[in-house]
């Protein structure tokens, strides 16, 4: 199995190693939108997943000035270094459909006799508050309708997991929230893990 995304990503992937399943988690840390996620796809050509799992946390991105590139972590550098920039629904879903191309072919270069790629995508319950929540809702929705996009065009290969609406809809008491009300307690984590 292969984690990429959000710290969420890290909380699921553990539960995972704990219960013994052979399992990558973020290898190159914590990727929070959809183009980073398909960078470290793209850097883990060894990793064959039968199982992709993509945890979505915005869609955000930082641009540096000097290269026009999107970088996966500002490294501490100034701000003025970087352009921030909302990718749309077809942006997201289009970084989204090249990991999982890449993926697919790593498999089917492996050779697994085992059946073909699985990809699961969830967004992440995490908000962010620095966008302001309404602003935060905004990400995350075009994170869903890029999520729901990738299971109508990939049948069969690209399932959906309702992290985001489990965390709001069902666990909307305080107890589910660590002390920053914004990330996931552990028993929420339990919870969404059963």
């Not at 990558?24 to 929070?32: C, L, Q, R, S």
């Not at 995350?140 to 299971?151: F, G």
């Amino acid at each position: 199995m292969l984690f990429v995304g959000s710290c969420f990503a890290d909380n699921l992937g553990r539960r995972f190693v704990e219960n013994r399943f052979r399992a990558t988690v973020n290898p190159f840390g914590v990727m929070y939108n959809p183009a980073s996620i398909l960078h470290t796809v793209e850097k883990c050509s060894e990793v064959r997943p039968r199982v992709a799992v993509f945890t979505l946390g915005t869609n955000h991105v930082y641009i540096l000035k000097e290269t026009g590139e999107i970088v996966d972590n500002c490294q501490k550098r100034p701000q003025r270094l970087f352009e921030e920039r909302e990718l749309s629904v077809d942006e997201c879903a289009g970084y989204l459909q090249k990991a999982i191309n890449l993926l697919k072919s790593q498999t089917a270069v492996s050779g697994s006799s085992e059946g073909t790629l699985k990809v699961i995508i969830t967004v992440s319950p995490i908000r962010y508050a620095k966008y302001g929540y309404h602003g935060s809702q905004l990400s995350k929705a075009t994170l869903l309708l890029a999520a729901d996009k990738l299971v109508k065009e990939n049948p069969g290969v690209v399932s959906y997991f309702p992290a985001y609406e489990i965390m709001n809809d069902e666990l909307r008491d305080y107890r589910f929230y660590k002390e920053d009300m914004l990330h996931p307690s552990e028993q929420a984590v339990e919870y969404i893990w059963e």
